[in-house]
């Protein structure tokens, strides 16, 4: 009965998009080259059933650890040409000794894929993806991902499990880290940039330079939606809300090119998603026609047994298999069963040829079998790995990744022109291990600058003088250190607390139920402002917090996040004006974790509140908080300050096929120069389901000098207007439609009017 409830659900679903038409062929060339396709069904050809198992088998070496380690070695499968891939191996002598040995020993001599987790950086660094999406610059985190493949490939990888485009709005989840936050919109832009990144560009040509690697986007589908913002949870949403906020960016990630899809750990409608046929045949392959190979996660088909759908490995197997999984992240699943599976009819050795087909094809796209050695160059290793222009740009981004959330009485910046005394108080002033965050591939933490390390060497040779004190820890409740805190606190002019969370506190596996900052972290805070003087904040954490206290309290908070090898020189960066912030939030961030999930394209209830009226009776809200954000999307302050005005549209209604134009004009209404993202928000009035109440449509960064003024432009056409409608059809209504031209989600200054006619 089992099986059949799985069936019905994927064929529902279907029905509901309204059918998706099987490809004539289960095989699909990524690359189009017929010479390509030609080589891969003559390896093919070669093959033993069991060979080809094998190369849909994946297996960790275990030099990392990224999950629950395996009883099964896999040397002997390696040796025998029973893997496909391996993944967490890692430089020149490293991979070239497993390469040897699957080259050696085996029958055919298959090359092995290598992959490994090269999330924000392979040894340089970088800000976390969350942080670095908070720079709302689409260039530069095209640029990161471009520099992680080179150092990555340097070193013998092939193939990263990145980017994650997972949507998030639950800041319980500790993966929030890893994404870009809580838009479709943006999302997809930024898997777009940071697909192009790994594998440097959208044509399969460019993946056969030897700087870049497979990309693979990950987790499809919805990992982002977990109930309660624990980790593999379930995901219980409707197929709208799947189809309208969740999927943009796996769809985005796909029209960019991206090689290859990561299986998630959820279920939704009660499939699990490694054994949704839905999901990996019916949409990915034949309603998108996503051509690459699609890998489980870690054990993601042993899981299936514990989620109830398999009453044993042998079964998960199978259903694995027939939805469209290619390959098997360390579970050993397919290796020990599908052979059997295969002979006892219950999966075809065609569904098992297509998916060797894709595998094999990547490594021919790669050069493997001319050479399977041609990534591996001790030299070019040595002059590859955190080259200085590396740096400068992780430094860079660094910067740009911090946003400013409040900034009473210009604490901040603290110029190099000033005299006078800060104390630096906190378990982040020195820290190392922590600027990284997770997901930190093979960095040396220790390599990593702390923001003592940049702020001594910034304002060496000036009047400003650094006192410290640590104060306390990250996440115990010792509060022996808070009298040489306070002492220091009152020796100084200001203070510059620095707190945030243990990089293992986000991450996967590190969900929180409490988000505020941990241990005696904010009581120590409270001591300090009982002193008197000027507070300031840098927070250093891999998700949004409740800052609630803080907020109310202290002078000024900064979010740095977790920043990477270069966090503390672009820190002191922003800290003493050598840059002015211009980062911008890409999660709300709640009151209180009794708001979560909370996101600012959420729908409009029967009842919705004022937003003059915060607690009116008989109004969806709360009694003992505002259902607005702390801080909302798109937020973020600068040492300077912008307005923006004068929007403007040249038509107020358009049709099928037509555009209308939006402008507005921007000012540097400050003192210094700086940067702001101004941004496009579109609300659909009336439509066949409910719309929310806005939706991010366009935005750029703009640098303005001090009272300069500078016109921006958006274009909206069908493509702004559009949806999955109540037959999950993608079509834009014709109707009325509010616009905004704003500094961030809450901004409602500036709006105007536009009637789309659909004729």
């Known amino acids: 009965m089992k099986k059949i409830v799985t069936v019905i659900t994927s064929l529902t679903l279907l029905a509901a998009l309204g059918g998706c038409k099987p490809s004539a062929s289960g095989w699909k060339s990524y690359s189009g080259d017929k010479t390509i396709e030609q080589r891969v069904d003559s390896v093919l050809k070669l093959m033993t059933l069991e060979e080809k198992i094998g190369q849909m088998a994946q297996f960790s070496c275990n030099w990392d650890v990224t999950g629950p380690i395996m009883a099964d070695d896999f040397e002997p499968y390696l040796r025998k040409g029973l893997v496909g891939s391996i993944f967490n191996a890692y430089t020149v002598d490293g991979v070239r000794k497993l390469q040897e040995m699957a080259l050696t020993e085996s029958r055919l001599k298959i090359p092995v894929l290598f992959g490994y987790d090269v999330i924000h950086g392979f040894r340089t660094i970088f800000p976390m993806p969350l942080a670095e999406a908070s720079s709302w610059d689409l260039e530069l985190m095209r640029k990161s991902a471009a520099i992680a493949a080179e150092e990555a490939s340097a070193e013998g990888i092939h193939w990263t499990f990145a980017p994650m485009v997972d949507i998030a709005r639950d800041a319980r989840w500790g993966r929030v880290m890893e994404g870009a936050g809580e838009d479709p919109y943006l999302g997809s832009l930024i898997a777009k940039a940071r697909v192009e990144g790994f594998q440097g560009g959208k044509d399969w040509q460019s993946l056969q330079d030897l700087h870049t690697v497979l990309a693979c986007c990950k987790h499809f589908a919805a990992y982002g939606a977990a109930e ?54 019916d949409l990915l392959r034949n309603d998108w026609g996503f051509k690459g190979f699609v890998v489980t996660d ?64 990547m490594k021919f796209i790669l050069g493997l079998f001319d050479d399977p050695y041609r990534y591996l160059d001790k030299e070019r290793e040595k002059n590859t790995i955190m080259k200085p222009e590396f740096l400068q740009a992780a430094r860079e981004t660094a910067a740009r990744s911090i946003v400013l959330l409040k900034n009473e009485k210009s604490f901040f910046p603290i110029t190099k022109d000033k005299s006078l005394t800060v104390a630096l108080i906190g378990p982040m002033v020195k820290d190392k291990v922590n600027q990284n965050g997770e997901w930190a591939g093979k960095g040396n933490r220790e390599q990593s600058v702390s923001l003592y390390e940049g702020l001594t060497e910034k304002y060496a040779g000036t009047n400003v003088k650094f006192v410290y004190a640590q104060g306390c820890d990250l996440t115990t409740d010792n ?126 209830t029967g009842r919705p509140l004022p937003a003059d009226n915060p607690k009116m009776d008989y109004k969806s809200s709360y009694l003992d908080v505002a259902n607005t954000p702390l801080y909302p999307f798109g937020y973020g302050l600068s040492y300077t300050t912008f307005q923006i005005s004068n929007m403007q549209m040249d038509k107020s209604s358009m049709g099928k096929g037509d555009k209308v134009t939006v402008t507005a004009e921007v000012k540097n209404t ?77 901004d409602e200054t500036n709006q105007a009017s536009l009637v789309y006619t659909a004729k």
């Open 298 to 361: 870690y054990t993601g088909i042993n899981e299936l047994v514990p989620h109830g759908v398999a009453a044993d490995e042998k079964e998960a197997g199978e259903l694995a298999a027939n939805a469209g999984i290619d390959m098997d992240m360390t579970g050993a699943v397919f290796s020990k069963y599908l052979k059997q599976s295969v002979e006892e009819g219950k999966v075809s050795e065609e569904t098992i040829n297509n998916a060797v087909r894709r595998i094999l094809e």
């Open 479 to 604: 509060r022996d250190g808070f009298a040489e805190a306070l002492a220091t606190a009152r020796r100084a002019d200001v203070v510059l607390a620095v707190m945030g969370e243990d990089f293992n506190w986000s991450g996967e596996a590190a969900s929180r139920s409490d988000i505020r900052l941990p241990g005696a972290q904010q009581e120590l805070l409270k001591e300090l402002k009982k002193t008197g003087k000027p507070v300031g904040v840098v927070l250093m954490n891999g998700r949004p917090l409740d800052l609630s206290w803080e907020d109310a309290n202290l002078d000024a908070i900064m979010e740095a996040w977790y920043l990477g090898t270069m966090s503390g020189h672009g820190l002191a960066d922003v800290i003493a004006g050598d840059y002015n912030p211009s980062g911008r939030l890409t999660m709300s961030f709640p009151r209180n974790v009794g708001q979560l999930p909370i996101y600012y394209n959420h729908k409009n």
């Open 670 to 746: 400050g003192t210094v120069d700086g940067e702001t993202v101004v941004q496009l928000y579109i609300r659909d009035l009336v439509a066949s389901v409910t719309r929310p109440v806005k939706e991010l449509k366009g935005f750029t960064k703009v640098a303005l000098k001090s009272g300069e003024s500078k016109k921006v432009s958006f274009t909206v056409t069908e493509a702004e207007l559009s949806f999955y409608d109540i037959d999950l059809k993608y079509t834009a209504e014709p109707g009325n439609f509010e616009l905004w031209v704003a500094a961030d989600a809450a």
């Open 228 to 281: 309660s913002g624990r980790d593999y949870n379930n995901a219980e949403l409707s197929l709208n809300t799947l189809m309208n906020y969740y999927m943009p960016p796996y769809k985005a990630a796909h029209e960019a090119g991206v090689a290859t899809y990561m299986a998630s750990f959820n279920e939704i409608g009660g499939v699990p998603s490694t054994a949704s046929k839905f999901l990996f045949t």
